[in-house]
């Protein structure tokens, strides 16, 4: 089992930016594919970014790409996503998840979420 624990969230106001983080435990961290994804009022969940292991490969939905940053530190068992020029629209709760580097893996862990609001 993987436990996941995000944390880093808060009130911004637009332009600012937040580091989101993930630790990871229970099971080898290294060989999973990690990804955020978020939840805005009102909304479905949607994607946001995603790591491959070793940050072989990363891949980004087309709403933060150029401005949202997923990195990984494997000896730290930490995912972060760095958020830059936040704009209010990115408002959401963001989720931590995990998933086997393989093919039809499905994301099966999941953190709690932490909270991102972005004032105009």
């Known amino acids: 089992q993987v436990q996941l624990v995000e944390s880093g969230g808060g009130l911004v106001q637009a332009g600012d930016s937040l580091r989101l983080s993930c630790a990871a435990s229970?099971?080898?961290?290294?060989?999973?594919?990690m990804g955020w994804f978020r939840q805005a009022p009102g909304k479905e969940r949607e994607f946001v970014a995603a790591?491959?292991?070793?940050?072989?490969?990363?891949e980004y939905s087309d709403s933060v790409k150029g401005r949202f940053f997923i990195s990984r530190d494997d000896a730290r068992n930490t995912v972060y996503l760095e958020m830059i020029n936040l704009k209010p629209d990115d408002t959401a709760d963001y989720y931590c998840?995990?998933?086997?580097?393989?093919?039809?893996?499905?994301?099966?862990?999941w953190g709690q979420g932490t909270q991102v609001t972005v004032s105009s």
């Open positions: 790591i491959r292991r070793k940050g072989i490969t990363t």
């Open positions: 998840a995990a998933k086997e580097e393989r093919v039809g893996a499905i994301y099966d862990y």
């Open positions: 229970g099971r080898p961290f290294s060989t999973y594919i």
